[in-house]
């Protein structure tokens, strides 16, 4: 097995320790600025289906890359939550690596001195939670190590977030290694058909159930997938 | 026994439709699924399944010729042990005629493998770029038996196609566009795991049989799988038009 890189790892050790989004947001930013060959990050979520508003940034530049996205409507970032595709920029410079978002690129290129820009989606199969943006001055790609360390970061991150948006201000719901495990979205896409809510709310229905049973998350699920189990709307 | 004639024709058929797949824009899970269609009748399997590595560098189910929950943990379970990681890790095939014989090698796999009662071969291929692989094929057989060589060298093919469809061979010297194709893969596979749910609930289907009306309905209308499955699970498609759709196609 191979060992998590530095940021996953310590990501994970924060694991029930941040009380809110923005904490933990500037927890994971701060990490990858430490742990990665970056010289900034944002986490910018999307609010109300379409719009997107930045949770935490590192420093102005970070900031203001996410502001000049959300005010063209355009940019990496954009992309990566519309895709559900990280986007990773090695040189904003080279015309192919920009040419999905020129304007941006081109107000970049006048405003800052950034020249790599990586943007990961913070997502959970169709729940797209937001975005993990990082840039560097320093044209050039994340080495292979990098690049798998922050892609698994974001992985984990995303499991984190959904803790909080889901349960009440823990963030300590699912190993993050059992996060893809076919049974749970299964069952989160059972039981928003039978309450006719969202992939989130049902999420948070089978965690508040699984609380107050004292039982895991990931057994509700296979009574769901089962049928042993239905959520209805009256249920409390 | 197979004819050869019917084999040229299903390979000539398998060719074209892959071929077809990958000149228009085109679904990562759908090709995979496709190809493990392919797998099972040209290599005479009797399940297949495409195992991918994510960033965590765990093996996970991209596509499986059963949705069957069975199936789907044989594969995961090479996670730990088994002719699939041992595949990935020497990028190099492994070809099992009888695991009764394998014992030794892999005891929690070859266990799980005779509990089930219902495979006794076991073939894995590497999806495999500039010497590492990216994942695996895995073929399943009831009988034991070894794989021809002619099978292997078409299976290899195939598992090569999976490989240059998963990365569209132009931007294969992009190290990033791997990473970012993978995980758009991975995330797609877990929106159809949502939206097999969504179908399942509201027909009481299997997850097979909901997976069948998914990729049936997104092929007939040429849309993307992983699209359609958002827009079931985000409530843009009402689950009620797959099965309509299905009964339009069967009159016709």
């Not at chain 1, 992939?199 to 948070?204: G, H, I, S, V, W």
């Not at chain 2, 990028?91 to 495979?119: H, T």
């Not at chain 2, 998914?214 to 099965?243: F, K, M």
Request: net charge negative.
């Amino acid at each position: 097995m191979i060992e998590p890189g530095p940021v996953t790892r310590a990501l994970l050790e924060t694991i029930g320790e941040v009380a809110d989004d923005s904490h933990l947001a500037q927890r994971i930013c701060t990490l990858c600025v430490t742990g990665l060959d970056i010289d900034g990050a944002a986490i910018s979520l999307l609010i109300e289906g379409a719009e997107m508003a930045t949770l935490w940034a590192t420093d102005t530049t970070a900031e203001l890359l996410e502001d000049l996205q959300f005010a063209m409507n355009e940019g990496p970032s954009i992309q990566a939550a519309a895709m559900g595709s990280p986007v990773l920029v090695s040189d904003l410079a080279e015309p192919s690596e920009a040419s999905s978002w020129p304007m941006f690129a081109d107000a970049v290129a006048e405003r800052t001195s950034v020249r790599a820009l990586f943007a990961l989606p913070l997502q959970w199969g169709a729940i797209t939670l937001g975005v993990l943006d990082l840039h560097r001055i320093q044209p050039g790609g994340l080495s292979k190590v990098q690049r798998r360390d922050v892609l698994a970061a974001a992985d984990t991150a995303s499991v984190l977030l959904l803790g909080l948006r889901t349960g009440h201000g823990d963030d300590r719901w699912l190993d993050p290694a059992m996060s893809h495990r076919a049974e749970i979205h299964q069952a989160t896409g059972m039981v928003l058909a039978q309450l006719g809510v969202s992939a989130t709310e049902a999420l948070t229905r089978m965690r508040a159930y699984a609380f107050a049973e004292q039982r895991l998350l990931s057994e509700v699920a296979r009574d769901v997938v089962s049928r042993q189990l239905q959520f209805s709307p009256e249920m409390s | 026994m197979s004819q050869p004639k019917d084999d040229r024709e299903q390979l000539g058929r398998a060719f074209v439709e892959l071929a077809d797949t990958l000149v228009d824009d085109y679904d990562v899970v759908d090709l995979l699924d496709r190809l493990v269609g392919h797998s099972v009748e040209l290599l005479h399997a009797d399940a297949a399944g495409i195992v991918l590595v994510d960033a965590h560098q765990q093996l996970r189910v991209l596509a499986a010729s059963s949705e069957d929950a069975e199936l789907m943990e044989l594969m995961q379970l090479q996670n730990d042990e088994g002719p699939c990681l041992d595949c990935y890790r020497s990028v190099a095939q492994i070809s099992v005629a009888d695991l009764a014989e394998e014992k030794q090698r892999w005891p929690r796999f070859v266990e799980a493998v005779a509990q089930q009662g219902v495979f006794r071969a076991v073939h894995a291929l590497p999806l495999r770029l500039r010497g590492q692989a990216i994942g695996a094929l895995n073929l399943f057989s009831a009988q034991p038996g070894a794989l021809p060589p002619a099978a292997l060298a078409l299976g290899q093919a195939l598992a090569d196609v999976a490989t240059i469809g998963i990365l569209q061979e132009r931007a294969i010297r992009r190290a990033e566009t791997l990473s970012e194709q993978l995980q758009t893969a991975l995330n797609s596979r877990l929106v159809i795991e949502q939206a097999k749910g969504v179908i399942r609930q509201h027909s009481n289907l299997t997850m097979d049989s909901a997976f069948d009306r998914l990729r049936r309905y997104a092929r007939a209308r040429n849309l993307r799988l992983s699209q359609v499955a958002r827009d079931i699970v985000e409530g843009r498609l009402d689950p009620n038009a797959l099965t309509s759709a299905l009964m339009r196609n069967n009159r016709t």
